[in-house]
């Protein structure tokens, strides 16, 4: 086994990634392998842990780097890349197809948001450091290794387990109105019934790492709650492909040329966010897709433990649509229980 040996690109440790890789990046083909990041424990004094990963390639053309599990408890992605990783040859496109499935391996095996090794957020460790924990290892390697390789980067993401979505695609403002055009290209051309712009994705998420290689990123909020939905799944699915096609990897089909129309939204700052008041049991007073308005209870907080306490109501701050509800019931001080998205111009 030979570890690709890339400078680091910004990365909080800097120097080379530790992780092993056996795939040739450069190769036609379809190749399948496992990325090993070393961990020595107890139980395994030479161990890794081994990350799957897949390359198709047929030719020269764009790169698309398709990703999912970046959260573990987000599982639409997951499904539709590893369908993606056993349905696509090479024969069927031109250009590059790089599929990492379960990006933050850990959390993906646990069904949790964050990995249980270290209780890293990959979605906000990047640029990572090659010599920190799993998790920052993985982001470090993502940025310097795949991000690097891509011309579009597509992060499968959903509401997980305390959120459920709307089917929504979504991508960052730009300070460049050229790249923010291409982007919402992009987001139109996934297929999701929401498109919105988000004001920033912050530089440690993945939307970061994008933005220093220069790179398209196009993030996805696809269903949640903990479950695979059935439409959920298959936007990602479709969406993949919609992509691909948009970018001249693999040739048009019904799934573009009779696609749905997508809704474009914005997402802003705080406001567009309702948070819970206080510890207790919300019971909701609105659901997905409805329309409320700046100072309309979103819902209220009870106390079970204390009949007799009075409720605390919750207010939208804004106008706008429920775009993202709160699933479970129990919340503390804190908690989103919805966000909204406003149409935009």
Not at 166 to 176: E, F, H, N, T
Request: aromatic share 6%.
């Amino acid at each position: 086994m030979a570890a690709i040996n890339a400078t680091a690109n910004g990365g909080m440790g800097g120097g080379k990634t530790r992780i092993g890789c056996e795939i040739d990046f450069d190769a036609d083909g379809k190749q399948v392998a496992w990325l090993k990041l070393p961990f020595s424990v107890h139980r395994s004094a030479y161990g890794h842990i081994a990350i799957p990963i897949a390359c198709i390639r047929n030719g020269k053309g764009p790169t698309l780097l398709a990703m999912s599990g970046n959260h573990g408890d987000e599982y639409e992605g997951q499904i539709a890349t590893t369908k993606l990783i056993r349905d696509l040859e090479p024969k069927d496109i031109k250009g590059r197809v790089i599929v990492l499935p379960a990006a933050n391996f850990p959390a993906a095996m646990a069904g949790m948001r964050t990995s249980p090794i270290d209780q890293g957020n990959l979605n906000r460790t990047f640029p990572g450091d090659p010599d920190g924990t799993p998790t920052w290892m993985i982001s470090h390697f993502i940025e310097t290794e795949l991000v690097s390789r891509a011309d579009v980067i597509l992060d499968l993401h959903s509401g997980g387990s305390s959120l459920l979505y709307i089917p929504s695609a979504l991508v960052a403002v730009s300070k460049d109105k050229g790249r923010t055009r291409k982007l919402i290209a992009l987001a139109e051309a996934f297929g999701a019934p929401v498109g919105y712009v988000n004001v920033g994705g912050g530089d440690r998420t993945s939307t970061g790492a994008a933005e220093r290689a220069g790179k398209l990123r196009l993030g996805t909020e696809l269903g949640g709650a903990g479950m695979v939905g059935i439409d959920a799944k298959k936007f990602a699915e479709d969406g993949i492909r919609r992509v691909m096609e948009h970018m001249g990897i693999a040739p048009k089909s019904k799934l573009t040329t009779a696609k749905p129309k997508t809704r474009m939204m914005d997402v802003g700052g705080d406001d567009y966010y309702c948070y819970a008041p206080d510890a207790g049991l919300f019971e909701p007073y609105a659901d997905l897709g409805d329309m409320v308005k700046k100072g309309q209870k979103a819902g209220v907080v009870q106390f079970v433990d204390n009949p007799l306490r009075p409720p605390v109501p919750a207010y939208f701050q804004r106008d706008g649509m429920v775009l993202c509800k709160r699933v479970p019931g129990r919340v503390e001080r804190g908690d989103c229980l919805f966000h909204l998205a406003t149409d935009r111009d």
